[in-house]
């Protein structure tokens, strides 16, 4: 039995942390005065996204939902840094578009071949070898490391493909992939063969060839949820070209211009920029036609609409390779497979400042350490001048500086927050 075709999965993420730096003096014979030589922790791991070329579904992400990074080490003496917690990859299908899992906002798509960090690994904290001045020679602190990023996101998957072939199921959509490309699509004379789409890939002619993809189960009602097309229907909002393949034959007592005007409702609800996509009419099964006045009905109507009708007959291998001429031509007029910009915006994060802290007293330097505090202070750029408002006013709404007052802290002190120092001043 064939796998599952798996196209969104979600999945939750997390970087590594950083390591912790390390309080560490030297100490050796015959050297005086040694000093704090406290090495600095390692960088946490980033989550990592690839494309992998080998791959056509998220059938991995299926069962495995929630993939972390390794940490960061810690530092030593010597000044030795701990080593980088290793990158943790992930690797999808081309055309794989990642959003966040709360606002549905796309973070970025997967097409090309440059690898996307999701999360970046938390910093490592700093040893004591840095907390070193003329009047604070042995700093007996260090700095934990900084958290993880932590995101849940939403793998969605939607087919890289030139064309796309649309119709009601049954119609030979899968028998005309499997004559015009190398496919190999189930076929067989019921509706639903196909469970899952299918890409191949057209030659022409020396130097032009393009990529076909059949979608399968789109009906009426399909925009909404009913049969397959729900499912599918998102892997043709890449195709450049339209193929409607209909069914002119009558063998099952339809009409074909009730079935092509069902279908491409089913695109407008779906996408009012899918439907108006450029759109070719395949009338196909010409073979087996019982009545001729179906076809000239059906061309009619989409001669009137500006659309080109091609007779064909899949099985029998006629009129497809006009057909696929034609869609070359109209490809080589056509705009490139669609790239979604990314619509994410990093929101400052909303971070409870009640919880405890621990202040402690080096000579003149005042060593302020908090949870809430690390991460806070992983989202601030503080090359920034606002992003370093947004943090001066989380940390006297939080009433920090109301506890270092009271402590008694002087203007001209240090305070030490992991890689961060300053001069007081009320």
Not at 237 to 262: M, Y
Not at 307 to 335: C, D, N, Y
């Amino acid at each position: 039995m064939a796998a599952p075709f798996v196209d969104t999965a979600k999945i939750t993420v997390r970087s590594g942390n950083g390591g912790n730096g390390v309080v560490s003096f030297h100490r050796e014979k015959y050297v005086a005065a040694g000093g704090p030589d406290g090495g600095d922790g390692g960088r946490g791991g980033n989550v990592v996204v690839v494309v992998d070329d080998h791959m056509s579904t998220l059938m991995d992400f299926r069962y495995k939902r929630k993939y972390v990074a390794e940490n960061g080490m810690d530092g030593s003496g010597k000044r030795c840094t701990g080593k980088n917690g290793g990158d943790l990859v992930l690797r999808v299908p081309r055309g794989t578009v990642i959003r966040d899992s709360a606002t549905g906002e796309i973070i970025h798509d997967m097409s090309d071949e440059e690898p996307f960090i999701l999360c970046r690994g938390g910093r490592g904290g700093w040893g004591n070898q840095h907390f070193a001045t003329p009047t604070r020679q042995v700093p007996r602190f260090a700095k934990a490391g900084f958290p993880g990023e932590s995101r849940e996101v939403v793998l969605e998957l939607k087919l890289l493909a030139d064309v796309g072939l649309v119709g009601f199921p049954n119609v030979g959509k899968s028998t005309l992939l499997s004559v015009v490309s190398r496919a190999q699509p189930k076929i067989a004379n019921y509706h639903f063969t196909t469970l899952f789409p299918n890409l191949g890939v057209v030659y022409v002619e020396e130097g032009v060839s393009f990529v076909m993809a059949d979608i399968p189960g789109i009906i009426e009602g399909a925009a909404e949820g009913a049969g397959l097309g729900h499912d599918f229907l998102r892997h043709i909002d890449r195709c450049r070209l339209l193929i409607h393949v209909v069914d002119v034959s009558g063998s099952e007592g339809r009409d074909p211009v009730e079935d092509f005007e069902a279908i491409n409702a089913e695109l407008r609800q779906y996408s009012p920029q899918l439907a108006s996509r450029k759109m070719i009419v395949a009338a196909n099964k010409v073979d087996i036609m019982e009545d001729p006045t179906l076809l000239e009905k059906l061309r009619a109507h989409v001669e009137v609409q500006g659309m080109e009708l091609f007779e064909l007959s899949a099985a029998a291998h006629i009129g497809t390779r006009e057909l696929v001429k034609k869609a070359a031509q109209e490809l080589q007029q056509l705009p490139p497979v669609a790239v979604y910009e990314p619509t994410y915006v990093e929101r400052p994060p909303e971070v409870d400042t009640s919880g405890e802290v621990s202040i402690e007293k080096y000579d003149d330097t005042w060593v302020v350490e908090a949870p809430w505090l690390q991460r806070l202070m992983a989202n601030v750029n503080f090359s920034d001048f606002e992003s370093r408002n947004w943090f001066d006013r989380n940390l006297r709404q939080s009433g920090l500086f109301d506890k270092l007052e009271a402590m008694g802290i002087q203007d001209g002190d240090i305070v030490s927050m992991y890689d961060l120092e300053f001069e007081y001043q009320r």
